[in-house]
C-alpha cells in the first residue's frame, strides 16, 4: 500500500517535470533559433542551417548592426515610445481603474462596456481616419503620434488591470485613514498607492511590451529614417540589403534583450496583483 | 443653530455633488483619449464605407459596397479562414495555458525561474515571432519539417506554409506559443485566488482529484474564463500582424481572414472605402460576440 502511493507519488512527480519540461523547451527554443542563426557565419547560414549550433561562431553581425546601420536610432526610438506610452497609460489607468473600483455611480456600466468595446474596434478600420487626422494635427512622421495611438489602444485593458488591483485593496484600510482625519488624496498617497505599486509595475509591463512590438501603425505612420521604431526598422533590413538575415537576428535579439528582462522581472507582480483582484472578477 | 444647520446643508450639498462627480473627473482623460482617438475615427471610418474611392475623386456609394459584400467570393474565403483561425488558436492558447497555470500553481523547484521562463514569449514582439516561426518552418535552415517527417507527420521535408491545405497551422502555431502565457498569467491569478479551505473540505468530503477540478476549480474560475476567452477571441480575431508577416495571406489565399484582407485592400489595393465596409462586417460581428458573452458572463455569476 506504502510501496504503491511511493511509486504513484514518483509517476505524478515525473509527470509534472516532464510537462514543465515541455513547456520551458516549447516557450524558449524559437528565441535560442534567432541567438543560434544570429551567432553563425554567413557561409554556414544554409549548410548548417538545421544544425543545432554552428561548428563556428561569428559576433561580427552584432558589429555590424551596432556600428553599420541605423539600428541604435530605431532602438533609441523603440524605447522613448515605449516608455512614455507606458507611464500615461498606467498614470491614466491608474485613474480610471481607481474610479471603477471604489465608486458606485451611474453609467459605471456603459463606462466599462464601452471600454471592453473599443478592443473589439478593427485596428485597420481607423488607421486611414487616424491618419488624416494625425497630418492635420501634424502627428505623422514622428513619435508623440505613435504614443498617443498606442496610449488609446492600450488604455481599455490597462483600465482593467489597474481596477482588479484596486479591488484587490481592502476599501477598510481607505476609510478608516479618511476617518482618521486624511483626505482621499493622503489616504491615496499613503494608503493604497504603495499597495498598488507591484500592480502599477505589472500594468506597466504590459504596456511597455505592447508598445514595443507594435508594427503596422509604426509603418504607416512614420516615413523618415530617423523616427523609425525598431520594428519598422528590422523590415528595413529585408527590403534594403536583400535580407540579410544574420544581421536580422542579432538585431532581433538586441531588440529582445530589455523587453525580456523588464519582463521577467515583472511578470510575478503581474499573477500577484491580478491574484488579490480575481475574486471579484 | 439655524447657521449650523444651514452649513451643515450645504456640506452635504457639496459631499454629493462632489461624489456624483469625482469618479467622472477620475475617469476623464481616459474617456477623452479614447473618444478622440477611437471613437470619432471609428464614425469616420464607418462613413467611409459608403463612399466609394478612387485615384482622383470620392463619390458618395450608399449600401453599394455592402451589395459587393455579398457577393465577394474572396471575403467568404476569408470568413472560413477567420473562422479556423480564431477557433484553432483559441483552442490551444486556452487550454495549453490552462494547463500551465494548474502545473504553475504546483510547488516544485525552481518555480519562479520556470515561470519568468515560460510566460517569454509574451515579451517577443510579433513581428519577430512572425520571423524567427518562418525560419523554424523552412527545411533549409530550421528543424521542424525534418521533425515532422521523421515522425510521419509529412511524406517530405517541405515547409507547411508553401501548401494551401496546411499553411493556416503556422500562423496558427506561433500564435499559440505567443498567446499561452496571456492565458496561464490570468488563469494562475484566478486559480491562487480560490481558497485552500475549499479543497480541504473537498477532499475530506471524498472528493477525488477530477471531482475537485469539475467542482471547486472550475466554477470558480468560469467568470476569468469567459472574460479572457471574449478578450483574446477579439484581439485574435482581428490580429493582422502574424498571418502578414508568416503568409501574407497566401498560398492562394488558404491563409487570408478578413483581419489581412482589410489590411491588403486599404494599402495594397487603395480601396479604404471597401476595406472599410469589411471592417464594418467584421465590428459587428465582434460586438454581436462580446455582447453575447457577456450575457452570458452575467448569467453565470448570477448562479454563484
Redesign the interface.
Known amino acids: 500500500m506504502v510501496g504503491q502511493s511511493k511509486f504513484r507519488r514518483t509517476v505524478n512527480a515525473m509527470g ?2 516532464g ?2 519540461l515541455a ?2 523547451a ?6 535560442y ?2 541567438v543560434k ?1 544570429s551567432v553563425t557565419p554567413e557561409n554556414l ?2 549548410s548548417e ?2 544544425k ?1 549550433w554552428p561548428t563556428h561562431m561569428t559576433l561580427k553581425n552584432y558589429q555590424t548592426v551596432l556600428r553599420a546601420s541605423d539600428f541604435p536610432r530605431y532602438f533609441l526610438n523603440s524605447m522613448i515610445v515605449s516608455i512614455a506610452t507606458a507611464l500615461i497609460v498606467t498614470a ?2 491608474s ?2 481603474g ?3 473600483s ?2 458606485r ?1 451611474q453609467g ?1 456600466a456603459w ?1 466599462s ?18 491618419f ?2 494625425m497630418g492635420q494635427l501634424g502627428l505623422t512622421d514622428n513619435l508623440y503620434g505613435l504614443i ?2 498606442y ?3 492600450t ?3 490597462a ?1 482593467f488591470l489597474m481596477q482588479s488591483f484596486f479591488d484587490g485593496v481592502p476599501k477598510d484600510l481607505e476609510e478608516a485613514a479618511m476617518i482618521d482625519g486624511c483626505t482621499r488624496v493622503m489616504a491615496l498617497r499613503r494608503i493604497i498607492l504603495p499597495l498598488t505599486l507591484p500592480g502599477m509595475g505589472a500594468t506597466v509591463a504590459f504596456v511597455f ?1 505592447a508598445a ?2 507594435e ?2 501603425f509604426a509603418l ?1 505612420l512614420i516615413n523618415s529614417e530617423d523616427q523609425k521604431t525598431f ?1 519598422v526598422g ?2 528595413t533590413f529585408i527590403g534594403k540589403f536583400a535580407v540579410d ?1 544574420g544581421q ?1 537576428m542579432a538585431a ?1 535579439v538586441m ?2 534583450i530589455p ?2 528582462i ?3 522581472f515583472l ?2 507582480y ?7 483582484g ?2 471579484k ?1 | 443653530m439655524t447657521a449650523i444647520a444651514a452649513t451643515a446643508l450645504d456640506e452635504k450639498w457639496r459631499r454629493r455633488w462632489s461624489a456624483i462627480l469625482e469618479p467622472w473627473i477620475y475617469l476623464s482623460p481616459a474617456l477623452l483619449i479614447i473618444a478622440t482617438v477611437l471613437i470619432v475615427p471609428l464614425i469616420i471610418g464607418i462613413s467611409y464605407s459608403f463612399w466609394k474611392f478612387t485615384a482622383f475623386k470620392s463619390q458618395f456609394a450608399g449600401l453599394d459596397q455592402y451589395r459587393t459584400l455579398l457577393t465577394d467570393e474572396v471575403l467568404h474565403g476569408a470568413l472560413v479562414n477567420t473562422a479556423w483561425w480564431t477557433v484553432g488558436s483559441l483552442f490551444f492558447q486556452f487550454f495549453l495555458g490552462l494547463g500551465l497555470a494548474l502545473l504553475l500553481n504546483k510547488p516544485f523547484h525552481g518555480r519562479k525561474l520556470v515561470q519568468a521562463l515560460v510566460f517569454l514569449p509574451w515579451a517577443v514582439p510579433t513581428f519577430l515571432t512572425g520571423l524567427t516561426w518562418s525560419w523554424l518552418f523552412n527545411p533549409i535552415v530550421g528543424p521542424l519539417p525534418h521533425v515532422f517527417f521523421a515522425i510521419g507527420l509529412q511524406s517530405e521535408p517541405v515547409t507547411i506554409l508553401a501548401h494551401p491545405s496546411t499553411a493556416m497551422w503556422g500562423p496558427i502555431i506561433a500564435n499559440v506559443w505567443f498567446g499561452i502565457p496571456f492565458f496561464a498569467i490570468t488563469l494562475l491569478a484566478a486559480r491562487k485566488s480560490i481558497p485552500g479551505e475549499l479543497y480541504e473540505a473537498a477532499a475530506i468530503d471524498g472528493a477525488s482529484a477530477w471531482q475537485q477540478f469539475t467542482k471547486v476549480t472550475m466554477p470558480f474560475l468560469a467568470p476569468t474564463i469567459a472574460i479572457t476567452v471574449m478578450l483574446r477571441t477579439v484581439w485574435i480575431a482581428t490580429f493582422a500582424d502574424l498571418i502578414y508577416v508568416m503568409t501574407a495571406g497566401g498560398p492562394a489565399g488558404s491563409t487570408n481572414t478578413i483581419a489581412t484582407y482589410i489590411y491588403v485592400s486599404a494599402f495594397k489595393a487603395l480601396d479604404k472605402g471597401y476595406a472599410s465596409a469589411i471592417a464594418v462586417l467584421l465590428l459587428v460581428l465582434l460586438i454581436a460576440y462580446a455582447l453575447i458573452v457577456i450575457q452570458m458572463r452575467r448569467v453565470l455569476m448570477k448562479d454563484f
Do not use: E
Open positions: 509534472l517535470y510537462a514543465i513547456y520551458v516549447f516557450a524558449l527554443f524559437p528565441i533559433w534567432t542563426i547560414l544554409y542551417g538545421i543545432l491614466v489607468a485613474l480610471a481607481y474610479a471603477l471604489r465608486f455611480f459605471k463606462v462596456l464601452v471600454l471592453l468595446l473599443t478592443q473589439t474596434f478593427p485596428l485597420v478600420m481607423v488607421i486611414p481616419p487616424i488624416r487626422i498617443v495611438i496610449t488609446a489602444f488604455i481599455a485593458f483600465t511590451t514595443w512590438s508594427l503596422l504607416m520594428s528590422l523590415l538575415w536580422m532581433s531588440a529582445l523587453v525580456c523588464f519582463f521577467a511578470q510575478r503581474l499573477v500577484t496583483g491580478l491574484t488579490a480575481a475574486v472578477g
